[in-house]
């Protein structure tokens, strides 16, 4: 008995001290970051460069859907090599990179697999290491998702092995070499799955400074499975390179000549090979071997006495013609099922960019509007880091509805750092109900029409406003301008049967002031004020109408976060016949985005008559988001969800009291999901799901 006490004395003991030193030694990891001086004003500039290879092990049609990847999709090749050399500029903890050379064996030198090139620069001391995705197991606000292990490796080094409380698409699992004097982590590797994409980064940290909170050394190896289709990926980066002496030289001599001076390790005799095959004197060789064979045919005389320019000349136009054809039917098939992007301006200062024609991915359901198809084209000219201008064109078709919706604003950035702009925008495609037309319209006729047989009540909506903005300071807002209102019959037969007019037109100076308490991360608090004059370029109507409205969104730790919205309007006069309300701050959107977009304190079941029923509102919406909050905790189902969310609307308007809606939603690396129940006077009164689809948008 004596023995067995001593023993399980011993092993609690020993238990107790493995736990006192792994706290110890963690202490000190998530304490390093904080150690580490980076308020220095000075930026620091060096090199970095890039290896990959993209090996394609099984392909189908689907690959030709997905963005970056209609390139290699197309092509005819298994194998892709390429190579970058980058300008690296680090401030402040800043690292940002800036292209200088490339080559590539993929067709056009497209980008490939883009989305992966974010796991070469982790942060790993940061609370998230790819941009808000991935908890660190570095950072003391992850701690709880881990579980740690740590052992004495050397003198003054320590393993630390770390493994998730949960399997979750946010989390990772994986190792890394400590010094236990300072918490640094010399290097670490680790394994996730993320955004249809499996990773194993491993990488070494530098020795001092700023350096040691950044890789200095990184490699990466992905899988990408998604409907068939299997993509293998091998990236190696080096970074703090020092500046070549001659690179300017180099750099006049072309990509390939600076990347062949600035490679810190030479390629292998596969990517040699892999290159060799895509020169262009290798291609130059094969073309003339091809024409000069096929020319042999025809004109046998010719080449056996080895005139090889005479029989090179006979096809070259249609071979060269073929190839054009080749290039331009890839060109279209890549700008349909791809995101276009064109750049142009001596130093790049003018794009245009434009979401896919035909891609499937972005379609949204839900049951108010059915499925919506979304397009968008935005073209931006930044004359210089102050001044811009921009045109935006959105639209939406609702299949259900059979309505187009466009929302085209053109804005003039005449001063960024204030937030200075004029702003034109038409919005038109929304329709408008209004009960009160009719209902006028029926106590002037009295009974000597059939009013059940006509359609009074649907409005075409079409909304131009015209206005500046400026910050005066980083508390205060303000925007001026004027906006113009323009509603018309659906059926414009049977108002003009009743003798009254089938256009109803407003034209209204409006004022906004904006309130920021703390700056601008922080509450937003607005006040707007219109009024409609009568006579004022063509107005028939009038009112007057003043709206406040406050939201904030405040960031949680762990990639949580808390939205706030609640707001007030009201109608102060109306005119004889203004019928309609139409709010600043309480419309319905009709062309949702997916999750980032406006999920968030909006009412998803409201039906869209009480936007313009009641001369008063009062809302308040309140939505909670978290990577794990019930579902995500489920052993298969948070290998997918990244985001899960709880939502409560309320409002209070006319005849609508109190009207109240719940909803869960969660978020995968497909698509997003949520449901809603709404509750009108105590009472349920509708349920409903609304779907997005959430594939490749951070590709």
């Not at 001076?261 to 004197?281: G, I, V």
């Not at 109240?660 to 799901?689: C, N, P």
Request: hydrophobic fraction near 35%; charge should be positive.
């Amino acid at each position: 008995m004596l023995t067995i006490t001593t023993l399980l004395l011993a092993v609690t003991t020993a238990m107790a001290a493995d736990r006192r030193y792994t706290t110890n030694v963690m202490k000190r990891v998530f304490a390093f970051a904080a150690s580490v001086d980076t308020t220095g004003s000075d930026s620091t500039e060096s090199r970095a460069y890039v290896k990959y290879r993209l090996n394609i092990n099984r392909r189908n049609w689907v690959l030709l859907s997905i963005p970056t990847m209609y390139a290699i999709a197309n092509s005819g090749e298994r194998e892709h090599t390429g190579e970058i050399y980058y300008r690296l500029t680090t401030k402040g903890g800043d690292f940002q990179l800036e292209r200088l050379a490339s080559h590539s064996t993929i067709p056009h030198s497209s980008n490939a697999m883009s989305a992966v090139m974010k796991y070469l620069t982790p942060r790993i001391y940061g609370e998230t290491m790819f941009n808000k995705a991935i908890l660190s197991p570095f950072h003391y606000r992850n701690r709880h998702f881990y579980h740690y292990r740590v052992s004495p490796f050397t003198d003054g080094e320590a393993l630390v092995s770390f493994t998730p409380v949960r399997k979750n698409t946010n989390l990772v699992k994986g190792w890394a070499r400590i010094d236990t004097s300072s918490g640094r982590v010399i290097d670490t590797a680790f394994d996730g799955e993320y955004d249809l994409v499996r990773f194993h980064v491993a990488l070494t940290t530098g020795h001092s400074g700023l350096q040691a909170l950044l890789p200095d050394k990184c490699s990466v190896n992905t899988r990408f499975l998604f409907l068939g289709n299997d993509i293998t990926s091998e990236y190696s980066s080096v970074f703090f390179m020092p500046t070549l002496s001659d690179e300017t030289l180099a750099m006049q001599k072309g990509d390939t000549a600076l990347l062949d001076k600035a490679r810190p390790f030479p390629l292998d005799s596969h990517e040699e090979l892999l290159f060799s095959r895509h020169s262009p004197d290798k291609k130059k060789k094969k073309t003339i071997i091809a024409d000069t064979d096929t020319a042999a045919v025809k004109r046998g005389n010719a080449l056996a006495k080895g005139d090889i320019t005479t029989a090179t000349d006979t096809l070259p136009t249609a071979t060269r013609s073929d190839r054009r054809k080749r290039r331009l039917w890839k060109r279209i098939g890549e700008n349909i099922v791809g995101r276009i992007r064109y750049d142009f301006g001596n130093d790049g200062q003018g794009s245009i960019r434009l979401t896919p024609i035909l891609n499937p991915l972005y379609f949204s359901y839900s049951g108010k509007r059915g499925l919506i198809y979304k397009m968008k084209v935005k073209a931006s000219y930044a004359f210089d880091s102050r001044r811009a201008l921009e045109a935006t064109v959105n639209a939406g078709y609702s299949f259900k509805q059979r309505q187009l919706y466009l929302d085209i604003p053109l804005t003039c950035h005449f001063d960024r750092r204030h937030n200075g702009r004029v702003k034109l925008e038409w919005q038109s495609g929304s329709r408008i109900t209004n009960s009160e037309v009719a209902d006028a319209i029926k106590r002037e006729n009295g009974d000597s029409i059939r009013w059940d047989k006509m359609n009074l009540h649907y409005f075409r909506n079409h909304r131009l406003k015209l206005s500046a903005s400026y910050d005066i300071s980083r508390h205060w807002g303000v925007e001026a301008g004027l906006i113009g209102y323009r509603r018309s019959a659906i059926d414009k037969t049977h108002f003009v049967q009743a003798g009254k007019p089938h256009v109803y037109s407003a034209a209204a100076p409006l004022l906004e002031v904006t309130f920021r308490p703390t700056g601008y991360h922080g509450p937003v608090i607005t006040l707007d004020y219109e009024r409609s004059i009568k006579g004022l370029l063509g107005s028939n109507t009038d009112y007057e109408r003043i709206e406040a409205d406050a939201q904030y969104s405040h960031g949680l730790p762990c990639l949580s976060a808390l939205q706030l919205r609640a707001g007030v309007g009201c109608y102060t006069h109306k005119g004889k016949e203004s019928y309609f309300l139409d709010y600043t701050n309480f419309r319905e959107n009709n062309v949702p985005g997916g999750w980032n977009d406006d999920w968030a304190c909006s009412f998803e079941l409201l039906n869209s008559a009480w936007y313009n029923a009641s001369d008063f509102y009062v809302r308040a919406n309140a939505t909670y988001e978290t990577p794990m909050l019930l579902l995500s905790w489920l052993p298969v189902a948070g290998r997918l969800i990244e985001r899960e969310r709880i939502y409560v609307n309320a409002l209070v308007v006319r005849h609508l009291y109190p009207y109240v809606e719940y909803g869960y939603g969660l978020a995968t690396r497909a698509f997003s999901l949520g449901a809603f129940l709404s509750q009108r006077k105590g009472k349920i009164d509708a349920v409903s799901v609304r779907v997005g689809f959430e594939l490749f948008r951070r590709w």
